[in-house]
């Protein structure tokens, strides 16, 4: 089924690690995005990219960074996690002005 | 400042009814405006999407209003299923083209009862 994968589903993790939650399409859709979800806000942009090899910052890009060497995939790092961090995190993609699709989130929390 | 408003917060009707979920936004400029419904643990599912000159738009049994003079959307839902429980996500697009610089609402929690 065609869509968005994303991995790992829920994390669970200590504060100042490293972590890098994966995103893949098979859409072959040229945008891609990643949001937090936090309980009474609306989803918020964190980084998009709008073709491969090129990125952009959102909303909310402050310790997190992302790369998009393909099409299909568009990794997000937290290089040192904090606790404001814990959320759910959506990846999402889109082609021209279609609605975007999204993925079924990553569950993380920082102790 | 850019903004997407949903009312009510949380709503539940029985099983069979139906219901309208308000959305008012301060977006400029307008491009779009999409309703998602989001499952419980699940990513959010396109529902409709509007430009500025569309009024109304359904997808079986949702149908989405735009006043593009107010500014205000609404969902309405016929003969709800329990299935239709889940939140309900009005987003406004800025601007055309793959900018991902979405508006998105807090959402509506709907919950059907049998």
């Known amino acids: 089924i065609a869509g968005i994968t994303q991995a790992p589903t829920s994390q669970i993790l200590a504060a100042g690690r490293r972590m890098t939650l994966r995103c893949t399409q098979d859409m072959r859709h040229n945008a891609m995005y990643w949001y937090r979800q936090d309980l009474g806000l609306g989803l918020r942009l964190i980084h998009y990219s709008n073709t491969a090899g090129t990125t952009g910052k959102g909303e909310v890009p402050d310790g997190y960074s992302v790369s998009r060497a393909n099409t299909d995939d568009f990794p997000l790092t937290l290089a040192s996690a904090v606790p404001s961090q814990t959320s759910v995190y959506f990846c999402a993609s889109s082609d021209s002005q279609q609605p975007q699709h999204f993925g079924d989130g990553t569950r993380l929390s920082i102790l | 400042k850019n903004q997407v408003e949903q009312s009510p917060q949380s709503l539940i009707i029985l099983e069979g009814k139906n219901c309208t979920l308000q959305?008012?936004?301060?977006?400029?400029?307008?491009?779009?405006l999409r309703w998602y419904k989001q499952d419980t643990g699940r990513g959010p599912v396109s529902l409709t999407i509007?430009?500025?000159?569309?009024n109304t738009k359904s997808n079986g049994r949702y149908t989405a209003t735009l006043d593009a003079d107010t500014k205000q959307s609404s969902l309405h839902i016929t003969a709800s299923q329990l299935s239709d429980s889940a939140s309900y996500i009005c987003v406004v697009s800025p601007f055309s083209g793959n900018t991902g610089k979405l508006i998105f609402g807090q959402g509506t929690t709907l919950q059907v009862k049998p």
């Open positions: 509007m430009t500025f000159s569309e």
């Open positions: 959305c008012n936004y301060t977006v400029s400029p307008f491009s779009n």
